[in-house]
């Protein structure tokens, strides 16, 4: 205790020096807080835009899958999968005076399949499907063929045949490669169409942690055995992937090299401390202080210095992070890249700081062991 | 009686390159309870008579018991312990630590020793300071107070752990007369009271008068060495 109380005085005592120290660290924590924050949330955006909403999971078959119900219960239940839906999907085309425009005709099981699409939350215009036979519609594909709500047009499957359809509602996945092809439609209607009763083509999941879905992908591969195919998003997309973690460790990078420059400037300035205060610590030493307590003199303002800075860091990280979301908008006032503050992420940047601070006081501390009663008592 | 400090064929040598050499075979002893002075000219090796004494500085030859024990082969933190327990010091620049109050400055050695501290030995503190006559001050950072004061302070401090040596070092060299008067009349009133032994540094001769023996060192040996008979 009382190293830490000299120690306190001691900061104290010459406070320009020490609320200059507290705010090079604050400006560390700070810059390791934001670029944590920023680059966490790119990564989030971007993994949510790129694969939010589609499966990160698939399984298939040559043939249809029939035994999908008791699949889906047994694959629910592994760590990891958080959502389980099924579509069957068929290739094929719309069909206006003539026109034909190729689409993918999906039949959902609605109220599974909203899970992994956030369907509702993307429909602009009537309704989803309810009743046989009814489609929502792409709005891309909508309005180049003019089309509306309640319209009729046929559907044409290869080697299947034409169906007359009415479009119930239209739907924005802000994807144009989804909105000018897919037809979303209820798993009744395709199966019925297709005269396939009680079989879907395709399990689709979401998982909790992305990046855990190779490893969730071959744990649900042991679980539906060999005949069937798992694919999640990590094969398909490669270089999604390189990129994100590309951006990572840049983000480590960076954080490593503050601390760094956090370490260096904090032990040089208690390198100075030590000089300034060699005359207290002559002191000290002459009515008995023990060089181990003196050496602890200085690892408690390096600890000390190391808490106020973090708490000075994160109090201004977050404040940067407000100010980035608050100004650093697009036209419709959302932030240009949404920023995740992660509690965790900062209690560890705070922590570091902490333990930096306090390694980076052991060079001044070891240096205070080497202060002579004499020089000081000689020199005045 | 006992002798309290002993002091064996001590040589001190400073330099390594070109070595001057201070103090020269000394062999001299203090008894216990007794008011010493040493006087000298500057350079004459007092100081460092007195710090070889105190265990801040070391002997290049010889040996120093204090308290029948031998400093020579003691580890820094031993010595550091002797200090804080036998030895009070008293320099002539005070040394207080700025950072603190009188009174903090006045409980310090004993926080260094045992740390935390009873409701008596605060209790003593307070009536050190009275003692010493800063009973006003005593809440006061040591800067601001006067050099007669903060050396008031650097007194009570020395007293604190009940010390059976007090060395000083020129304690009055920064004083105007009538506090150096004062601060001698403490000196002998707590060697008196407390039976403290004393060793102080004076280049007053008037001053140096008053103690039981005084003792001159010339050149790094002893010139002179009067003891009064009491």
């Known amino acids: 205790m009382l190293p830490l109380q000299i120690a306190y005085r001691f900061l104290r005592s010459s406070l320009g020096q020490t609320i200059s120290i507290v705010l090079g660290i604050s400006v560390g924590v700070s810059v390791q807080v934001f670029i944590g924050s920023l680059i966490g949330g790119l990564q989030d955006s971007l993994v949510q835009t790129t694969i939010g909403n589609s499966s990160q999971i698939t399984i298939v078959q040559e043939e249809n899958i029939t035994e999908y119900q008791s699949i889906r219960e047994d694959i629910i239940n592994i760590d990891g999968v958080e959502t389980v839906a099924y579509a069957l999907d068929i290739p094929g085309s719309i069909i206006i005076d003539e026109d034909s425009t190729p689409i993918l005709l999906r039949g959902f099981d609605l109220e ?58 239209v739907y924005d996945f802000n994807v144009a490669q989804i909105n000018t092809l897919w037809i979303i439609s209820d798993l009744n209607t395709v199966q019925t169409m297709l005269g396939v009763p009680g079989e879907i083509s395709k399990i689709e999941m979401q998982v909790g942690d992305v990046f855990e879905a190779a490893n969730i992908a071959s744990l649900v591969y042991e679980q539906v055995g ?4 798992v694919t999640n998003w990590i094969d398909q997309n490669q270089e999604l992937l390189s990129g994100l973690q590309a951006q990572g460790s840049s983000s480590l990078m960076i954080q490593v090299f503050v601390t760094i420059s956090v370490v260096l400037g904090i032990s040089s300035v208690l390198a100075i401390t030590v000089i300034q205060k060699s005359k207290q610590i002559g002191i000290l030493k002459a009515v008995g202080i023990k060089d181990r307590t003196a050496s602890f003199i200085f690892l408690s303002q390096g600890f000390l210095l190391g ?8 109090l201004l990280g977050l404040l940067l992070t407000y100010m ?15 920023l995740l503050i992660e509690p965790t992420f900062i209690m560890i940047s705070a922590f570091v700081a902490i333990i930096s601070a306090s390694i980076a006081s052991i060079i001044p501390a070891r240096k205070s062991s080497k202060v002579s009663i004499i020089e000081v008592i000689k020199n005045g | 009686m006992d002798n309290i400090i002993q002091v064996n064929n001590v040589d001190k040598i400073y330099g390594k390159t070109i070595k001057t050499q201070v ?25 460092t008579l007195l710090n070889i004494i105190g265990t801040l500085d070391t002997p290049t030859n010889g040996e120093v018991f204090i308290a029948g024990k031998s400093t020579k082969n003691m580890t820094k933190n031993q010595l550091a312990e002797l200090r804080g327990k036998t030895l009070g010091f008293i320099f002539q620049f005070h040394y207080l630590l700025p950072e603190f109050t ?29 003692f ?34 007090i060395l000083a070092d020129e304690p009055t060299g920064n004083l105007d007369s009538d506090t150096t008067e004062t601060v001698y009349e403490l000196l002998r009133d707590i060697n008196k009271k407390f039976k403290t032994t004393f060793i102080i540094i004076t280049h007053d001769r008037r001053i140096a008068e008053k103690a039981d023996r005084i003792i001159e060192i010339k050149d ?9 008979n009491i």
Do not use: C, W
């Open chain 1, 112 to 169: 599974l399949s909203e899970d992994i699409y956030e369907l509702q939350e993307k429909l602009v215009e009537g309704k989803y499907p309810s009743e046989l036979n009814e489609i929502a519609i792409g709005i891309d594909m909508f309005e180049e063929l003019s089309l509306s709500v309640g319209d009729t047009v046929t559907i044409d499957i290869p080697l299947v045949g034409s169906e007359i359809v009415t479009i119930s509602g």
């Open chain 1, 307 to 314: 808490i106020l800075g973090a708490i000075g860091g994160v």
């Open chain 2, 132 to 165: 010493v006559g800063l009973t006003e001050v005593k809440d006061n950072l040591a800067n601001n107070m006067s050099g007669g004061q903060q050396q008031r302070v650097a007194i009570a401090r020395a007293l604190m752990n009940n010390p059976e040596i």
């Open chain 1, 324 to 338: 980035f979301t608050t100004f650093a908008v697009d036209p419709d006032g959302n932030p240009v890249v949404p």
């Open chain 2, 102 to 130: 009188a009174i903090e400055n006045v409980l310090m050695p004993l926080r260094i020793n045992g740390g935390k501290i009873s409701k008596e030995q605060l209790g003593r503190a307070h009536e050190l300071m009275d």
């Open chain 1, 226 to 229: 060999a005949e069937y195919e």
């Open chain 2, 23 to 47: 103090l020269f075979d000394l062999n001299i002893g203090f008894e216990k309870e007794s008011f010493n002075s040493i006087i000298g000219q500057s350079g004459s090796g007092k100081s």
């Open chain 2, 220 to 228: 790094g040996r002893i010139n002179l060495d009067i003891k009064k």
